[in-house]
């Protein structure tokens, strides 16, 4: 299957490359641009449906996901499990819910995103789910390009998993090479 998924995603003119600054703050010479496949519904329908396939039987109560491309993919992994969705939005720096959603402790949530690279935005909205006392079930993202398995308490899946290459912005050669660093969906990109 994972032959199939880079394909979607190269088919779609997902897969750049040359220098990018990814939002973990590191750079990378190949960049994973989730709104092709987003803006695509049956391909998004597609690759959240490997995600629900994934995890459906473990009771999932709610599905949750980082804005901002986390939201759509929320929203139709949700759907296919016939539960909620809800989204995390950063306030002052800090992933939080907002827009009045509800919580019930103990409810059991998988989490969701697009591209997996340090999980920083799926760590912080397990943490703001953890303040509301939901119990994460596992984790689910398009795209893990991670040198090694995230390192979780829970079980992780990922639709493609392609190890890409990404550099502290010291340590780049494609800084040192003075090539230039773009910034996704930055006007100038």
């Given amino acids: 299957m994972s032959d199939g998924v880079l394909e979607i995603f190269r088919t779609a003119g997902a897969v750049k490359e040359g220098h990018f600054l990814l939002a973990s703050g590191l750079h990378s010479p190949v960049y994973w641009e ?12 597609d690759l ?15 599905v949750a996901g980082p804005t901002t491309g986390g939201v759509i ?9 016939g539960v909620r969705s809800i989204f995390a939005e950063k306030e002052d720096g800090v992933r939080v819910f907002r827009r009045d959603f509800a919580f019930v402790r103990g409810e059991r949530v998988l989490v ?15 943490a703001a789910l953890d303040k509301w ?4 079930v596992g ?9 090694q398995p995230p390192a979780l308490d829970m079980p992780f899946f990922s639709c493609l998993r392609v190890p ?5 912005p010291g340590d780049c050669p494609l800084c040192a090479a003075q090539i230039p660093l773009v910034k996704p969906g930055s006007p100038t990109e």
């Fill in 112 to 126: 969701v995103d697009d591209v997996w690279t340090t999980g920083g935005s799926v760590r912080e909205t397990i």
């Fill in 73 to 81: 993919i929320a929203f139709e992994t949700a759907r296919q499990l």
């Fill in 48 to 62: 959240c449906g490997l995600i629900a396939r994934h995890f459906r039987g473990q009771h999932i109560d709610l």
């Fill in 164 to 168: 890409t290459e990404a550099y502290a």
């Fill in 139 to 147: 984790v689910g993202v398009f795209v893990d390009r991670s040198d």
């Fill in 34 to 45: 989730k709104f092709r496949i987003l803006q695509q519904p049956s391909v998004t329908e």
């Fill in 133 to 136: 006392g939901a119990v994460v």
